[in-house]
C-alpha cells in the first residue's frame, strides 16, 4: 500500500468519525502531518534515538558522528531539546523537513559518515521536565524512524514500558538498543536481551529488533553505522511509520465508534422493528382502517344517490342535513384531519429507542454527540410533514372517485321511481278523482284478480328495491377493493416517510461504523 493510498484510508476514516459525531482532532493531525511528510521530496530520513535518563542516547550519537555532537552528563535532564546531526551535504535537503519539526539545534560536519540520515537525540522520556515529555510526544509521530534505547539498569522500568504501550498501538516498525553491555558480563547478555524481548512483546513491540552495543567502548556502533548507511529504505520507512500512525489513529476511531473484533452492528431485522414500531404508531392516528369505512360509506351514499329507492334517497337527504355525511363518508377529509385523532409521541418514542440502541456501542464523548442531535420536537416536526406528503398524495386520488356502475343503473332507477309514481297517482286518482276511472285487472295463481295499479306499484316498487340492492352491492365491493389499495399504499407512505425523516440519521451512523471497521481491518491486513 502506497501512500496515496494510506493517506486515502485515513481522510474516509476523519470523514466517517466526524459524520458519526467522534473526535477527529488526532486523526486530523496526523493526516496533515502525512500530507505534509510526503511533500518533503528526497531520500534523506530521520532516525530518533528515543530513551529514558541516562542510557546513553547523546553518547550514541557522538560514537556514530566520531566527535561530540550531543554532550552527555550525569546531570539529569541533559538534552532540554532535540538535536540533529547531519552531514553538510544533505543539510539543504533535509532543512525544510528539521524546520517542520521545529528543530532548531542542528549539528553538521563535512564528512560522509551516515549520508543522507538525520540522527535526532531527542529529551528523555522519563525527565522531571514536563515540556521534554511533551516535546517528544509532538516530534515521535513525525519522526521516520525511531530506536528505542535502553540499558542493563534500565531497560525493565515501567515507565518506559507505559510509555511504549501508548505509542506501540499503531504497531510501528520499531529498532531497540541495549546499550552499555560492557557493564554486564558476556554471560548474561544473552539472558538480559531474552528478557527484554518478552518486556517488549507485552508492550506491543511484537516484532522488535533488538541490537546490543557500547558507546562507550564502540562495540556494535560500527555495525549500526553501517546498517544506517547500507540497510535503511528512505520510502519504506516513511511509509512504515506513516502506515503505522494511520493503524493507530483508525483503531482509536473504530474504538470509539464501538467497532470491535467480529463488528455485527444492528441488524436489518432490529432496526425493522424500530421502524415497525414508529409505523404503527403512526397509522392508530392516521387510520387506515377508518380510511377504508369513510370510503365505504362515500361509495355506499354515492349509490344511494344515484340508483338508490326513493325511500333511499330520502335517507341520505336527511344523512346530509344532519350532517352524517361530513362526519362519515368524507375520506379525504378524514384524512387531511388526521392531527385530531392523536399526538405523535408515541411514534417518537421508538426513534428514540433506535437511538440509545445505536450509540450504545460508541463511546462516551460520541454517544454524547449523537444523542444531543436526537431533539424530539425537531423529529416530530419532521414526521408530521411526511405523513402529511403522504397524507395529501393519497387525498389527491380520492378527488376522482369511480362510480360508472351507479351510473349504469341510475336510468333504470328513475325507470322504477317513475313506474311507482304513476301507480300512486293512479290509486290517488281512484280515491279522490271524479269517479269513473277503468280499473283494469289480471289474474294471478294464488292471488286471483289483482288491480294493474296495485301490480304496478308493487313491481315498481321491487325493481326498484332490487337496483338499489345491486348498486350497493356494487358499491361496496368496488370500496373494499379501492380500500384496501388506497389503504395499503398509506401505510407504505407513512412508513417510507418515517424511516427517511426519522431514522435516516441511524442508517447513516451504522454505515459510517461498518465502513470505519472496514478501514481498520484494510490499513492491518495491508
Known sequence: ??????????????????????????????????????????????????????????????ALAGETVSEASVLRPTTDRATAWVTESALDELQPLLEWLDITRV??????????????????????????????????????????????????????????????????????????????????????????????????????????????????????????????????????????????????????????????????EEMAAFVKQATTAALQIVDPEGLELQLKNLYLEQARTRAGSLLSRFGTLARYVGGHRRRHADPKMYLLNWRRRGDLGKTVNPVRSAYLRYTEPLGPAARAAVLSQFDPEAIRTSISGAIDKSV???????????????????????????????AVAWYLIILFGPGGVPVETFDLPILGAVPTPLALLVVSAVFSFLIGGIARLLASISSRKKGKQMAASLRREVSEALEANAFVPLHTIEDNRRRLAGLATQVHEA
Open 1 to 62: 500500500m502506497n501512500l496515496a493510498d494510506l493517506i486515502e484510508l485515513l481522510e474516509d476514516g476523519v470523514a466517517r468519525g466526524r459524520a458519526i459525531g467522534l473526535e477527529v482532532d488526532a486523526a486530523e493531525a496526523t493526516l496533515e502531518s502525512a500530507r505534509t511528510r510526503v511533500s518533503f521530496t528526497g531520500n534523506s530520513f530521520l532516525v530518533a534515538l528515543v530513551g529514558g535518563t541516562g542510557v546513553g542516547k547523546s553518547s550514541i550519537l557522538n
Open 107 to 268: 549539528a553538521t560536519r563535512d564528512n560522509e559518515t551516515l549520508p543522507g540520515v538525520a540522527i535526532v537525540d531527542m529529551p528523555d522520556i522519563d525527565s522531571i521536565a514536563i515540556e521534554h515529555r511533551r516535546l517528544v510526544d509532538d516530534l515521535l509521530p513525525r519522526i521516520d524512524v525511531v530506536v528505542w534505547v535502553v540499558d542493563p539498569e534500565k531497560y525493565d522500568d515501567e515507565r518506559l514500558h507505559h510509555y511504549l504501550r501508548d505509542v506501540s498501538r499503531g504497531g510501528r516498525p520499531a529498532e531497540v538498543i541495549l546499550n552499555k553491555v560492557d557493564q554486564i558480563h558476556d554471560d548474561d547478555v544473552e539472558a538480559v536481551e531474552s528478557h527484554l524481548a518478552e518486556r517488549l512483546k507485552l508492550s506491543g513491540l511484537q516484532n522488535s529488533r533488538i541490537r546490543h552495543l557500547s558507546a562507550s567502548t564502540g562495540e556494535g556502533i560500527d555495525k549500526f553505522r553501517d546498517d544506517l548507511v547500507h540497510g535503511a529504505d528512505a520510502k519504506q520507512a516513511i511509509v512504515g511509520n506513516i502506515q503505522a500512525e494511520v493503524r493507530k489513529r483508525l483503531d482509536e476511531l473504530a474504538a470509539a465508534a464501538g467497532v470491535r473484533e467480529g463488528f455485527v452492528g444492528v441488524g436489518d
Open 392 to 422: 395529501r398524495a393519497t387525498a389527491k386520488d380520492l378527488e376522482e372517485l369511480p362510480g360508472w356502475s351507479t351510473w349504469l343503473l341510475s336510468p333504470l332507477q328513475w325507470i322504477a321511481t317513475l313506474g311507482f309514481a304513476f
